[in-house]
């Protein structure tokens, strides 16, 4: 079974803080994703990368970095975190489609943030 | 942009019974459109793909449609069980190099002994 892990569960963190995320996924994806998900606006796609020290903007990028420096591994990085930033992040992996394939994406437990 | 609209209000039934969730997309046209389930507190789990030139899709229980003219999908499961009980998003892949997910908001189904 693809197994997709994020570092904490639960995370509490003050305003200004620079907040790591870590992912990581044990199936050889090439793609790996991470998305806030929001009451009444469901998930939101902040960056994607499909392969390594490739990185490509998703729909919310603004506040938000990532790096993917091993395969397995893709970190999204809150510069300075902000109270509009408390949300759950999920992180998501899926191999390359070719062909017109398209694979679906296996996601993490999720990391619910909480800035204050 | 692409706009999907899943109903925001739950859906809830009687044990046994057929539930039929709807997902609504404007604009364009996706190449393939995907179910989800996804449980409190956990991340979304695949259910089903069908792809623009597929009808209809089915396993076990489950059963999607695609209609690329009305602009919506359809998701039932036939004899739900209280074990149903989850939100269930759509999501749309536009036929971009990246395959990237754009997601509804999900509709959260309740099955009632």
């Known amino acids: 079974d693809v197994k997709v892990t994020q570092s904490s569960r639960y995370l509490v963190k003050r305003t200004g803080e620079k907040v790591f995320l870590e992912c990581v996924q044990d199936?050889?994806?090439?793609?790996m994703f991470w998305y806030r998900q929001d009451p009444g606006l469901g998930l939101r796609l902040i960056y994607f990368s499909y392969d390594v020290k490739m990185k490509e903007k998703g729909d919310i990028p603004e506040g938000y970095s990532v790096s993917r420096e091993k395969k397995e591994r893709f970190s999204l990085i809150l510069e300075s975190a902000s109270t509009n930033q408390t949300s759950m992040y999920l992180c998501?992996?899926?191999?390359?489609?070719?062909?017109?394939?398209?694979?679906?994406?296996?996601f993490g437990p999720g990391t619910r943030l909480t800035v204050t | 942009s692409q706009k999907i609209e899943q109903n925001s209000e739950a859906l809830n039934i009687q044990e046994g019974k057929t539930a039929t969730l709807t997902c609504n997309y404007t604009n364009y046209s996706p190449a393939y459109l995907q179910w989800y389930r996804q449980d409190p507190g956990r991340g979304p789990v695949f259910l089903l793909l069908?792809?623009?030139?597929?009808k209809e899709k089915r396993k076990e229980r489950l059963k999607v449609t695609f209609d690329t003219t009305l602009k919506q999908s359809l998701f039932h499961i036939t004899a739900s069980q209280p074990a149903d009980s989850a939100t269930y998003l759509c999501a749309l892949v536009m036929n971009t190099g990246f395959q990237k997910l754009v997601f509804g908001t999900g509709t959260r189904l309740l099955v009632s002994p």
């Open positions: 069908i792809r623009e030139n597929e």
């Open positions: 998501a992996s899926s191999l390359w489609a070719s062909g017109g394939a398209s694979y679906e994406q296996y």
């Open positions: 199936m050889d994806h090439e793609n």
